[in-house]
């Protein structure tokens, strides 16, 4: 079972924009949607984005999706305080698995 | 609203088997299927299988084929995943989280499962 690869970590000061890559391969990212979980310590992973680059209802418009080809990326913009947290990047793989990427640490410093 | 609560933590010891549940309300059970999903210690998630709420059909990662069973009683509207032959590094939280496919829009609380002589 393969996984996707994301930095292990990210940082940036209040209001600054943060940038976190997910690389994937063809038989994931390349041929279906990739969605983003935020993990706050201590609590279950919530629903970031879905559909490559769609935010359900509450998620603020701060946090917006990409995907291009095999890679997608996911972008906090006006970094608050509260966003510090693990992100991971999930798709669906052709092999019928779920696929999570290693996550990424963002701290806010 | 939607919720899905686990059972609570466990301890188990190698070669045991552990039963977690999750019980689902604020929706139709057999509308959603039920995925699982644990998280190790210190670690990222990994995607465990699903199970269909309504005909009960399965798909288990590979590297639990024969180990992991999932099941669901829709009188109770009540997933359970049991893990046997249990490993050191099967200590985890494990969650429960609701549908067969991304993305898992809801999931429960969590379930730490210790594995420890």
């Known amino acids: 079972q393969s996984v996707l690869t994301q930095p292990p970590s990210a940082s940036g000061t209040p209001g600054q924009r943060v940038t976190i890559s997910c690389s994937g391969s063809?038989?994931?990212?390349?041929?279906?949607?990739v969605y983003w979980y935020q993990q706050l310590p201590g609590t279950a992973p919530k629903l970031l984005i879905y559909r490559n680059n769609q935010r359900p209802s509450g998620v603020p418009d701060r946090f917006s999706g990409s995907k291009s080809g095999t890679s997608a990326s996911l972008a906090i913009s006006g970094l608050r305080s509260e966003d510090e947290a693990d992100y991971y990047c999930?798709?669906?793989?052709?092999?019928?698995?779920?696929?999570f990427g290693t996550g990424t640490k963002v701290t806010v410093l | 609203q939607v919720q899905l609560v686990q059972s609570g933590a466990e301890v188990k010891k190698p070669g045991a088997s552990v039963k977690v549940s999750c019980k689902a309300s604020g929706y139709t059970f057999t509308s959603y299927g039920i995925s699982w999903v644990r998280q190790a210690p210190g670690q990222g998630l990994e995607w465990m299988g699903w199970i269909s709420a309504y005909n009960g059909n399965t798909n288990y990662a590979q590297k639990l084929q024969g180990r992991v069973t999932m099941t669901t009683d829709t009188s109770t509207s009540t997933a359970y995943m049991e893990l046997r032959s249990l490993r050191s590094d099967d200590t985890a939280v494990y969650y429960c989280?609701?549908?067969?496919?991304?993305?898992?829009?809801?999931w429960g609380q969590g379930t730490l499962v210790t594995v420890s002589s």
């Open positions: 063809s038989s994931n990212i390349g041929s279906n949607y």
């Open positions: 989280a609701r549908g067969t496919t991304l993305p898992f829009d809801y």
């Open positions: 999930a798709a669906w793989d052709d092999s019928l698995s779920g696929i």
